[in-house]
């Protein structure tokens, strides 16, 4: 497998990438707070938005709409967008420019049934003729970089390595790979190498995503797709360090650490504080939870106090008694 050269900067158009290293977009966990976490411990090339919608996008705003709300220092920042009406681009990318995104991204690979119903995410790549009018309608609307994610999947009479083409003549600057068919769980082990057809027949960057939890993960990934850049999801959530970690041994430096467990999970505490309401951080903190005590022993003990508290004081008094036990380990 040709190798990278991940010491030489990304290029997206005009953007010039820190690192080949992506956090990716997750529904209820990408919000500003986890991306500012992420992003402090380091190493993050691209931070992504939870998904939004093209038809509420327009109309909403970050006062009432949680997914909207960012800080100046998260960026570059893509918004990705699902939908499947290409009408409605328009004015959502209107938003992004308003909004003050970096580039923005097309969501074609969320297998979820609700989405699917909208003949979007995966559902779109089924659908050749809308897709091209999407790609078309959403090159003609900005200058911004394109990236889009999608899964191993291309449409009818169509093969992977030419659907993957299609995507780069349509003027997508980022193609970013979950290695997972459409329907394939989380549990089963992805395909990095099946990301390897794709990658050879495109010129544009291509990041390979799926099942990346530690640095020899990402080594792996890279070594077994010829990818230029990975992406990270719930690998983040246990490790928000990880982005750090991946860059720091791409880019041959030893990661130093000034951060803690306990640290990093007061500061998540305190981002959501500075962001969300009472409710919002309660229920983002549980969701972060979840990922994040596994990285201890006795992690399931701690969720669990976690999930069953009813406001922030009680969940930070139950996070301030399990890190205290932790150092007397
Ligand atoms: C809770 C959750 C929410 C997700 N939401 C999105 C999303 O909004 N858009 C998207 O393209 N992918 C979404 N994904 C898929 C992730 O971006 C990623 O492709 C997947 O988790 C595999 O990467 P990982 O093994 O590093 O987690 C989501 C995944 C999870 C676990």
């Known amino acids: 497998m040709g190798q990278a050269d991940h010491h030489k900067p990304l290029t997206l158009r005009n953007l010039q990438l820190t690192s ?13 707070a986890l991306r500012t976490l992420v992003q402090e411990c380091g190493g993050t090339g691209i931070l992504y938005t939870e998904m939004l919608s093209i038809r509420r996008l ?9 997914l909207l709300v960012t800080t100046p220092r998260e960026q570059p920042l893509f918004y990705q967008l699902v939908g499947s009406e290409p009408e409605r681009l328009p004015e ?27 003949g979007a995410g995966a559902a779109l790549v089924a659908n050749r003729e809308r897709l091209g009018a999407m790609l078309k309608t959403l090159r003609r609307e900005t200058t ?17 390595p030419s659907f993957c083409k299609m995507l780069e003549d349509e003027g997508v ?3 970013t790979i979950h290695a997972r068919r459409p329907g394939e769980k989380f549990c089963r082990k992805p395909d990095w190498p099946a990301v390897a057809e794709g990658r050879r027949v495109v010129s544009v960057p291509v990041f390979v995503n799926g099942g990346i939890f530690s640095v020899d993960d990402a080594r792996q990934a890279l070594e077994q797709s010829g990818a230029n850049g990975v992406m990270v999801g719930r690998g983040a959530l246990i490790r928000p360090w990880l ?4 860059t720091d041994a791409l880019q041959g430096r030893e990661t130093v650490t000034e951060y803690t467990e306990k640290t990093v999970y007061f500061r998540f505490l305190s981002l959501l504080g500075e962001r969300f309401t009472a409710r919002q951080c309660l229920d983002r903190l549980k969701y ?14 701690f969720y669990s106090k976690i ?7 009680e969940a930070e008094e139950h996070a301030r008694v399990f890190f205290t036990s932790q150092q007397s380990y």
Do not use: Q, W
């Not at 956090?23 to 919000?31: F, G, N, Q």
């Not at 327009?58 to 949680?66: D, I, K, Q, V």
């Open 20 to 32: 080949p290293v992506a956090l990716a977009p997750m529904v209820d966990y990408s919000h500003s």
């Open 58 to 66: 327009p109309s909403e705003t970050a006062r009432h709409c949680p």
């Open 92 to 118: 959502a990318v209107a938003k992004v420019h308003t909004l003050g995104g970096a580039g923005i991204d097309l969501n074609l690979g969320c297998p979820a049934p609700r989405i699917r119903k909208m």
């Open 144 to 160: 911004l970089p394109l990236s889009v994610k999608i899964r191993l999947a291309h449409p009818a009479g169509e093969s992977f």
């Open 173 to 175: 600057d980022l193609i």
């Open 243 to 246: 982005c750090r970690e991946i």
């Open 288 to 301: 972060f939870t979840k990922y994040y005590s596994k990285l201890f022993p006795f992690g399931h003990g």
């Open 307 to 313: 999930i069953n508290s009813s406001s922030m004081e």
